[in-house]
Nanobody
Framework: VQLQASGGGLVQAGGSHRLTCSAS????????VAWFRQAPGKEREFVAA????????DIADPLKGRSTISRDNAKSALYLQMSSLRHEDTAVYYC???????????????????WGQGTLVTVSS
């Protein structure tokens, strides 16, 4: 599967923003899909995931209550809606996909074999 993240840009603190990940090349609904982010000088960290079956989702603690992950299998798309953005949300956001994620590794970037190129979100103070 090929992934392409889009929607990054400059956002004011306190604002909202939506990222999109478009998939192609394989049956999107078979994959667990996720968002990760990497801030300058920091390691890549888990943001949110949406499992391939059912409505199971997982969101990292720093974004709980401020973010929603959703997917549209018909459009082969994954979305991340973020609100109440903070300066510390500034990062390159990546979408990822995997067919081998289990609950114990859903937040590990090692569990994901397919990655998009990343899109930069900059939150201005």
């Amino acid at each position: 599967v090929q992934l392409q993240a889009s929607g990054g840009g400059l956002v004011q603190a306190g604002g909202s923003h939506r990222l999109t990940c478009s998939a192609s090349g394989s049956t999107f609904r078979r994959y667990t899909v996720a968002w990760f982010r990497q801030a300058p000088g920091k390691e890549r960290e888990f943001v949110a995931a949406f499992k391939f079956a059912g409505d199971y989702t997982d969101i990292a603690d720093p974004l709980k209550g401020r973010s929603t992950i959703s997917r549209d299998n018909a459009k082969s798309a994954l979305y991340l809606q973020m609100s109440s953005l903070r300066h510390e949300d500034t990062a390159v956001y990546y979408c990822a996909a995997s067919t081998s994620v289990i609950p114990s590794n859903v937040a590990s970037h090692h569990a994901y074999a397919y990655w998009g190129q990343g899109t930069l979100v900059t939150v201005s103070s």
